[in-house]
Nanobody, 122 residues
Framework: VQLQASGGGLVQPGGSLRLTCASS????????MGWFRQAPGKEREFVGRINWNGGTYFADSVKGRFTISRDNAKGTVYLQMNSLKPEDTAVYYC?????????????????WGQGTQVTVSS
């Protein structure tokens, strides 16, 4: 499975972006999909995930501002980011889970996209 993340860019604080993760195979719709991010000099951290049945779970730092949705017919997952803050600046990665349900640990995800840069700055 190949994953392609896109939609990153430069946005002002308080703005919004929608990231897209496209999968090369529809079979990824059977698995959980996660979003992670990595800021310069920091470790990769969990952002949120959506299970095969649409259940979502987010890190406290983005809860209430970010949402995740998926279009299983297209094999696509979206990360909608609202009320962006400078501390959201990072490279964002999507990942396909090993199972239909996954948590926040990178080890629960098998395939990873190449990442897309999100910069929040005025």
């Amino acid at each position: 499975v190949q994953l392609q993340a896109s939609g990153g860019g430069l946005v002002q604080p308080g703005g919004s972006l929608r990231l897209t993760c496209a999968s090369s195979r529809r079979t990824s719709s059977n698995n959980a999909m996660g979003w992670f991010r990595q800021a310069p000099g920091k470790e990769r951290e969990f952002v949120g995930r959506i299970n095969w049945n649409g259940g979502t779970y987010f890190a406290d730092s983005v809860k209430g501002r970010f949402t995740i949705s998926r279009d299983n017919a297209k094999g696509t997952v979206y990360l909608q980011m609202n009320s962006l803050k400078p501390e959201d600046t990072a490279v964002y990665y999507c990942a396909s889970g090993l199972r239909p349900i996954a948590g926040r640990e990178p080890s629960e995800y098998r395939y990873w996209g190449q990442g897309t840069q999100v910069t929040v700055s005025s």
